[in-house]
């Protein structure tokens, strides 16, 4: 055979010319130039591997699935771009992408309704406002983008309306990909109490076989936390592509403070008082209702006349409530007296207001949780953590043989609180790459670099 008839090796998407494939098609059809490590990520599910990504929140993570629903049926359809790339997927792709609340939801609907508009569909919301069955599983055997719950997602209905058992069903034949977002909550309530969550791996093997799998997280801890995520969706090393990237936000001013009121008991918190009438919003983060109750009406005492701008959030509010607290967000003048958004861990995960600028955190009782609620502010702003004496006390105490210590408090989160520097001890928790090695060569990064600054933890600070 001449060297002229040798066959051609496939084209490889996770090269830096299948990287600048990806980003030629994305910037004709998105608003916006991609990240690097939505590039990473796409080349390798071009590729067909199954990819587990961990980088910080708000570095784009979302971008991703919009990047997916732009760039596989393009490529599908244009093959003058990678001629020697046979596409494994079908020419209409369906990304199922499963959130673990409805307020991660919302908001990845918001941010991909711009250039999903016509091809995405909201499972939750669609069945809040619909009473027509049959009108919402023919959108959804019509859409992209198919947004819903782990509990939908290994449900009976859904199993029936798209037939997962039927290899050869319209839905198997397109579904593509299957989106985790954010992935360690499988770990963080996976065992616990949302039994949905820990079987979502079982329901890929429902799938046609060459579904790829996508993850994506912030806080996935070494150890424990990862490999009992990897093995939910069995996953092992060395059969997966693990980008991992650092997760620290050193633009962040982290402040630890001791909690003096209680949160079971106290109609007081004179420790918060000081957050009433600050420009932006606040984002103050509780463990549960009860305690977010009985805060928000504590700042509304203190101020009559802002108190309207004191709202609540959690899971048994009322669609109508929440809207003109989301209206509020979107039209208030935060730089005349702000906005207080008391709530519980609903907001904590992959939901982004514009203008937060400072997050406390009321007893989170875990790094994981804590980085979350920190997650919610887009650019720098303040965090500050406030823990009672006791748990600061049990913290300092805590030894790695003391059994009965380890019950109440975990380790990490006990060597957290107690770190000389919060930053150092992120670092090492989460296993995190340098810092420089994270930075993004995106027109938008490019433009406006992320330069380290010294540690901002009160451990630092003088």
């Known amino acids: 055979m001449s060297p002229c008839n040798l066959p051609k090796d496939p084209f490889c998407f996770a090269s830096e010319e299948g990287h600048k494939i990806c980003r030629e098609i ?30 910080a929140c708000g570095s784009g993570k979302t971008g991703i699935i919009a990047l997916m629903a732009t760039v596989f049926p393009h490529i599908h359809q244009n093959h003058n771009f990678a001629p020697n790339y046979r596409p494994w997927y079908h020419k209409d792709p369906v990304f199922l992408v499963v959130c673990p609340t409805n307020a991660l939801e919302l908001d990845i609907v918001c941010l991909l309704s711009y250039h999903c508009r016509n091809m995405l569909i909201d499972v939750q919301e669609y069945k809040l406002k619909s009473l027509d069955i049959n009108a919402l599983w023919s959108r959804v055997k019509s859409s992209r983008v198919i947004l819903l719950s782990p509990e939908l997602l ?18 198997q034949e397109k579904c593509a990909i299957l989106v985790i977002d954010e992935a360690h909550m499988v770990w963080l309530w996976g065992p616990q109490f949302r039994e949905a969550y820990r079987l979502i791996g079982t329901t890929r093997v ?15 801890r070494t150890g424990g936390p990862r490999q009992y995520v990897l093995q939910c969706f069995g996953l092992r090393d060395g059969n997966f592509v693990d980008i991992h990237r650092s ?17 079971a008991s106290s109609f007081t918190f004179p420790e918060l008082r000081w957050v009433i009438g600050l420009p932006g919003i606040t984002i103050i983060f509780l463990p549960d ?29 009322d669609e109508e409530y929440d809207k003109e607290t989301m209206d509020l967000v979107n039209n208030l003048n935060f730089n005349l007296h702000g906005l207080i958004i008391v709530s519980t861990t609903v907001l904590m995960v992959g939901v982004d207001f514009q203008g937060v600028k400072r997050i406390i955190s009321l007893e989170p009782g875990d790094f994981d949780q804590e980085l979350q609620m920190e997650g919610r502010m887009r650019e720098s702003g303040e965090s500050y953590l406030y823990v009672s004496k006791k748990t600061m006390e049990s ?9 009965e210590q380890k019950k109440s408090m975990e380790l990490s989160w006990a060597s957290r609180l107690v770190a000389p520097c919060r930053s150092d001890n992120q670092n090492t928790q989460y296993n995190n790459p340098p810092y420089e090695q994270s930075l993004c060569r995106c027109s938008s990064c490019t433009e406006h670099p992320r330069i380290k600054p010294p540690c901002l933890c009160s451990g630092c600070r003088p």
């Open 289 to 317: 209702r009860n305690s977010g109750l009985r805060i928000a009406l504590y700042l509304r005492r203190c101020n009559p006349y802002l108190a309207p701008r004191t709202r609540k959030w959690d899971a048994l509010n």
């Open 395 to 403: 913290a300092q105490r805590l030894d790695a043989e003391m059994e």
């Open 26 to 55: 994305a910037r004709k059809c998105l608003p916006y130039d991609p990240h690097d490590v939505s590039l990473e990520a796409i080349g390798h599910l071009l590729d067909k591997k199954d990819v587990f990504v961990r980088t």
């Open 247 to 263: 997760n620290l936000r050193p633009e962040i001013r982290v402040t630890t403070s001791v909690l003096k009121s209680s949160l």
């Open 206 to 220: 429902r799938l046609n076989k060459r579904v790829r799998l996508l993850c994506m997280t912030a806080t996935l």
């Open 154 to 171: 290994s449900s009976d209905l859904l199993r029936k309306q798209l037939e997962f058992d039927n290899p050869d069903s319209p839905f």
